[in-house]
């Protein structure tokens, strides 16, 4: 499975303007988030892995984009 992540802009209509080329004769599933327009301008929130695993892993790289900032918070 190949994901491909894409913004498009609707017109005042709420149509696309164009659809972007996808592979031929291939089934396609698409989900549609419509963001909020202060989403781009919210600044970013430092995330850190919960506390009880903190020392108990090395992180190599951005591991916190994988999964919802709820996901990072501890439970209670």
């Known amino acids: 499975m190949l994901a491909q992540r894409m913004?498009?802009?609707t017109d005042p209509e709420g149509r696309l303007?164009?659809?972007?080329?996808l592979p031929p004769n291939q089934r396609i599933e698409a989900i549609f988030l419509v963001l909020d327009e202060t989403e781009s301008d919210a600044p970013r929130v430092l995330r850190q892995p919960p506390p009880e695993l903190e020392?108990?892993?090395k992180v190599h790289g951005d591991i916190m984009?994988?999964?919802p900032f709820q996901d990072w918070l501890p439970s209670e």
């Open 17 to 21: 303007p164009s659809l972007p080329a």
């Open 65 to 67: 984009g994988s999964a």
């Open 7 to 9: 913004i498009m802009t």
């Open 55 to 57: 020392g108990k892993l």
